[in-house]
C-alpha cells in the first residue's frame, strides 16, 4: 500500500479543572494513510444494521490507539470497524460524520 495522504487521529483527554469539572481536549496526531474505497457488499452489509461506511484508510498498527474520530481532507469520519490486514498495518472503515 502507498501512503501518500496525510490522515489526522483525534484522541480526547480529559481533565478536571480546580472544582473538579471535566474538560475535554483534542489531540491530534497526523499520519500518513492509503486510502481505499468500499466494496459493494460491504456497503450493503454495513446498511442492514444502520451504518454507512464511505472510505477505508490504510495506517500503520502501531500509530494507531483506538482512536474513534479521524480527519481527511477537512472532513471529519467516525471509525466504524478495523481491520488488521498483516503485522503492519490496519484498516480504519469510516463514516462520515456532518
Do not use: W
Amino acid at each position: 500500500m502507498i501512503y501518500n495522504h496525510e490522515l489526522i487521529l483525534v484522541d480526547n483527554l480529559i481533565t478536571k479543572d480546580s472544582i473538579g469539572q471535566g474538560i475535554k481536549t483534542e489531540i491530534l496526531t497526523t499520519v500518513f494513510c492509503g486510502v481505499k474505497s468500499i466494496m459493494r457488499n460491504e456497503h450493503y452489509a454495513a446498511a442492514t444494521v444502520g451504518l454507512k461506511p464511505s472510505i477505508i484508510f490504510v495506517i500503520h498498527k502501531y500509530e494507531y490507539n483506538g482512536q474513534l474520530k479521524v480527519k481527511f481532507e477537512g472532513k471529519e469520519y467516525k471509525v466504524i470497524r478495523t481491520y488488521a490486514t498483516s503485522i503492519e498495518e490496519i484498516e480504519l472503515v469510516c463514516e462520515r460524520v456532518g
